[in-house]
């Protein structure tokens, strides 16, 4: 059975097939039977640095279209150690269950190109029991989406007693230089967030001078007139919300 799934690795499975004049689904019985012996014969002992990501696998960018991934990145071992539908926080609980607990609290590293609900997984099960010791990303935005935010999870980290690495800018919080950099950090998030209080003030001042009115647009009012004409010609409400695409709670509310 192993056979087929070794050269699986190597080629596509519908080449697999092919070249040695057998069918897909031989092929991907031969992958499913050595997957299955593989997890069930695999030592999860000595596991002590992971990572954590998402794989894009359909189309557009809802969570049932994400895989999410945790694999070993131990020096002596780099291996698949659980994969799981959707990206989301279930799912990221459903695979540090399924290592179990002896993994989970031998876990010194996590590295990992960070989404933030993921970090907040990790934070609850691993880092506030201090089980671990070092988070590493590969870059600070991947990290979060701006210094504000930035901010607020390297003081959690701070908190918890986890050090924090990103390895492209060099950034060490177990060191002196590297926390004089994160408290230059919080200078210039106070100076983003007054930027961008002053912007928003300033564009809202703006749009007012011109005349535009500022909220969300009255998309039921403006038809009031047509609706009122269709229900005294004895339309239904909801044959009148489908034909002027605006919501039967809307029409009740004006027909009130």
Known sequence: MGFLARWAR???????????????EAVYRSVEWFVEWGLGHR???GVESIGVDEIHW???MRADNFLTVIYQIDAGCRRL??????RSQA???????VLGPEVVQGLRFVCSDMWKPYLQV??????RRREIDVVLVWRLDRWGRSVTDLLATLQELEHLGVGFVSLTEALDLTT???RAMAAMLAVFAAF????LQERTRAGLAHARQNGKRLGRPATAAIHAVKLRQLHRAGVSKSEIARRLHIGRTSVRRILA
């Open 81 to 86: 150690l659980w994969v799981g539908r959707r």
């Open 10 to 24: 190597r080629l596509s499975w519908r080449e697999t097939a092919r070249t040695f004049q057998t069918s897909w």
């Open 91 to 97: 799912t990221l609980r459903r695979g540090l269950k």
């Open 192 to 195: 983003e967030r007054e930027i």
């Open 58 to 60: 359909g189309h557009g």
């Open 176 to 178: 002196a230089a590297g």
């Open 122 to 127: 990790i934070a609850a099960q691993i880092g």
């Open 43 to 45: 030592e999860l002992r």
